[in-house]
C-alpha cells in the first residue's frame, strides 16, 4: 500500500455525533422535524447531494443551505468554546502512515472553509498531502468522484489505497473507487449489506493500524 484516504466527520473527529444534535437544534429553529432516519440519509453527503434529498424529502418546503448553516453555525460555536473533539487514534495513525512513507489525503464532504478550521484546532495539518473538499467537487458521496480525484491527485492506483469512511455514503464511494475501504463505524449503524463492501471494520483507529500492519 502506497496512500492513505481518510474522510473527515466521524472518522478524524466527533464531529458527526455533534452534528446530529445540532441538525434537530436547527430543524426546531426553522419548524420542521427531522429524524434519525434522515440523518442517516444526510450524513456524508455535500451540499449539492443534501440539497437534492431534502428537495424530495420535505417536498421543497426545507431549503437545506439554510438549514445547514445554521446548523454549522451551532457546531462552530460550541468548538470554539469547548474545543474540537479528536477520535480515538488520529495522532497514532497518522504518525504510523507518515513514518512509512505514504501519502496521506483527506476527502470530505465539509466545505474548505470548515476544514481549514477543524485542521487549525487539531494542528495534523502537516500530515496530509491534499485535501478534497465538499464545494471542490461536482458529485457527493455515494458517488465516487471524490475518492476518483483523491488518487488521481496522489497520483495512486486504488488498489494501493486504503480509504477510511465511517458512513455508509462515504463507504459505497470508496469502493466504487476501487479502494480498499476500511470502515470505522460512527453514529450511522452498518447494515449487513453496507458490510460487505470494506474490506474490514475496525471499532478505532487504533484497532485500524493493528489491521494495516497485518495486511498484505
Same mark, same amino acid.
Given at each position: 500500500?502506497?496512500?492513505?484516504?481518510?474522510?473527515?466527520?466521524?472518522?478524524?473527529?466527533?464531529?458527526?455525533?455533534?452534528?446530529?444534535?445540532?441538525?434537530?437544534?436547527?430543524? =426546531?429553529?426553522?419548524?420542521?422535524?427531522?429524524?434519525?432516519?434522515?440523518?442517516?440519509?444526510?450524513? @456524508?453527503?455535500?451540499?449539492?447531494? @443534501?440539497?437534492?434529498?431534502?428537495?424530495?424529502?420535505?417536498?421543497?418546503?426545507?431549503?437545506?443551505?439554510?438549514?445547514?448553516?445554521?446548523?454549522?453555525?451551532?457546531?462552530?460555536?460550541?468548538?470554539?468554546?469547548?474545543?474540537?473533539?479528536?477520535?480515538?487514534?488520529?495522532?497514532?495513525?497518522?504518525?504510523?502512515?507518515?513514518?512509512?512513507?505514504?501519502?496521506?489525503?483527506?476527502?470530505?464532504?465539509?466545505?474548505?472553509?470548515?476544514?481549514?478550521?477543524?485542521?487549525?484546532?487539531?494542528?495534523?495539518?502537516?500530515?496530509?498531502?491534499?485535501?478534497?473538499?465538499?464545494?471542490?467537487?461536482?458529485?457527493?458521496?455515494?458517488?465516487?468522484?471524490?475518492?476518483?480525484?483523491?488518487? =488521481?491527485?496522489?497520483? =495512486?492506483?486504488?488498489?494501493?489505497?486504503?480509504?477510511?469512511?465511517?458512513?455508509?455514503?462515504?463507504?459505497?464511494?470508496?469502493?466504487?473507487?476501487?479502494?480498499?475501504?476500511?470502515?470505522?463505524?460512527?453514529?450511522?449503524?452498518?447494515?449487513? =449489506?453496507?458490510?460487505?463492501?470494506?474490506? %474490514? %471494520?475496525?471499532?478505532?483507529?487504533?484497532?485500524?493500524?493493528?489491521?494495516?500492519?497485518?495486511?498484505?
Amino acid at each position: 500500500m502506497k496512500a492513505a484516504i481518510f474522510d473527515m466527520d466521524g472518522v478524524l473527529f466527533d464531529t458527526e455525533r455533534l452534528g446530529a444534535i445540532f441538525w434537530k437544534k436547527a430543524a =426546531e429553529d426553522l419548524n420542521f422535524e427531522i429524524n434519525d432516519e434522515v440523518l442517516s440519509n444526510i450524513t @456524508g453527503r455535500n451540499p449539492e447531494s @443534501g440539497s437534492e434529498y431534502f428537495l424530495k424529502k420535505y417536498e421543497g418546503k426545507v431549503d437545506y443551505k439554510i438549514a445547514g448553516k445554521l446548523k454549522n453555525e451551532y457546531l462552530l460555536s460550541y468548538i470554539t468554546k469547548n474545543g474540537l473533539p479528536i477520535k480515538n487514534g488520529v495522532l497514532s495513525i497518522l504518525e504510523y502512515l507518515r513514518s512509512n512513507n505514504y501519502k496521506i489525503a483527506l476527502a470530505t464532504s465539509s466545505l474548505e472553509d470548515t476544514v481549514n478550521i477543524y485542521f487549525g484546532y487539531a494542528g495534523i495539518e502537516k500530515y496530509f498531502d491534499l485535501k478534497i473538499c465538499g464545494n471542490m467537487i461536482s458529485k457527493g458521496k455515494p458517488d465516487p468522484e471524490i475518492y476518483l480525484k483523491s488518487m =488521481e491527485l496522489l497520483n =495512486e492506483k486504488p488498489g494501493d489505497v486504503f480509504i477510511f469512511e465511517d458512513s455508509p455514503a462515504g463507504i459505497i464511494a470508496g469502493y466504487r473507487a476501487g479502494g480498499n475501504v476500511i470502515a470505522i463505524p460512527d453514529t450511522v449503524p452498518l447494515t449487513k =449489506e453496507i458490510l460487505n463492501y470494506p474490506i %474490514c %471494520c475496525c471499532s478505532s483507529l487504533e484497532i485500524a493500524i493493528k489491521f494495516i500492519k497485518n495486511y498484505i
